[in-house]
């Protein structure tokens, strides 16, 4: 993938979650134009069935999308991480963005349980550069 003009979100998204995400995508397009941005979603999910609702919520408002799948045994295998009850595997998968998103530039991450209320792009247009 080339680096482009359009905006880049990322969410992170196991099968426990996928339900929260398509809510959190929804409000999301509800309150910014979906041509405007490109969803990014990095998962360990493989089984389609627990992708549905996020599958709907993309294609009703004609979203641009990837689904990248990222291997637990490559994170677990990176030493960098502590899993346990209350932290599970997913909650690393953003440390992985960078490897995983190696081509795109800039990208606004979105936890999958929150709504969005309003637009996003005075905080994705925020520069950043001299704190990053």
Known sequence: MEKTARKNITITVDKNYCIFAAVMLHSFFLNNAA??????????VRNPFFKIPLYYILKKHRAKYTFYFIDEKTIQASGKVVITLHITIATYF???L???LDKIDKTLFLDSDMIIDGKLNELYDTNIEQYA
């Open 98 to 100: 960078p490897s995983v």
């Open 94 to 96: 953003r440390l992985f």
């Open 35 to 44: 041509n405007e941005y490109y969803i990014h979603i990095v998962t360990n």
